[in-house]
């Protein structure tokens, strides 16, 4: 099974709609993110979060919500969906300090989305 | 200007060449610094960390210049499983916080 999981792996949506996508991890970080990637672009930060109670806004937050509901739990909403944000999301996860030394990002598999 | 620059390429080499790739960051206080590896339509997996020093991984060898505020990604013996999207990532703090990562470059390696 993956560490990092997302839901669904593939969504087309229409413009307007409400949509969650879903994150789970089983590798016990606290630190937890979402991103996008376009072509061109490369991955650029949406939201992340450091804790169950800290969220914090990423360079492209507009648009878009987040709710950590636990620890292994991060979900990412687009509360009315538009074609622009058409894309590869990816979560990903950061171990905190104390627990290790190295400080690698784990991706989820990703869920590529479409707006129509 | 970007936080952090790569060139898009595409490099396509013969396979058995040495390509190296750069990149460059803008905040000097950045202190971590990676190479992921992204395949087509797949997530990217981290390849290596860039230490100070410099650090070899098989036919993979990271540098950090930090004058120049740049580093690099040399592939010697280049396989044609090595095809993929090259990310730099780059992070303040030790890496504990947010990590920026660059657009990546594209090698291709052809038999």
């Known amino acids: 099974d993956a560490d990092v999981t997302q839901t669904p792996r593939n969504r087309i949506t229409k413009t307007g709609k409400r949509i969650m996508l879903e994150c789970s991890q089983t590798?016990?970080?606290?630190?937890m993110y979402w991103y996008r990637q376009d072509p061109g672009l490369g991955l650029r930060l949406i939201y992340y979060s450091f804790d169950v109670k800290d969220i914090n806004k990423g360079e492209i937050s507009d648009g878009y919500s987040v709710s950590r509901q636990a620890q292994a739990k991060f979900s990412l909403s687009l509360e009315s969906a538009i074609p622009n944000q058409t894309a590869l999301y990816f979560c990903?996860?950061?171990?905190?300090?104390?627990?290790?030394?190295?400080?690698?990002?784990?991706f989820g598999a990703g869920t590529r989305l479409s707006v129509l | 200007r970007k936080e952090v620059e790569q060139d898009p390429g595409p490099f396509n080499v013969p396979e058995g060449a040495t390509v190296a790739f750069n990149c460059t960051y803008s905040n000097s206080a950045s202190q971590s610094f990676f190479w992921y590896r992204q395949d087509c339509r797949k997530e990217p997996k981290l390849l290596m960390s860039v230490y100070s020093s410099g650090n070899e991984d098989g036919r993979f060898t990271a540098q950090l210049n930090r004058a120049s505020q740049y580093i690099s990604l040399l592939i010697r013996d280049s396989k044609l499983s090595d095809s993929a999207t090259y990310l730099c990532?780059?992070?303040?703090?030790?890496?504990?916080?947010?990590?920026?990562f660059g657009t990546g470059t594209k090698l291709q390696v052809i038999p």
């Open positions: 990903a996860t950061l171990n905190h300090p104390g627990q290790g030394t190295k400080n690698i990002q784990y």
């Open positions: 990532a780059v992070s303040l703090l030790g890496g504990y916080q947010k990590v920026t």
């Open positions: 590798k016990g970080h606290d630190r």
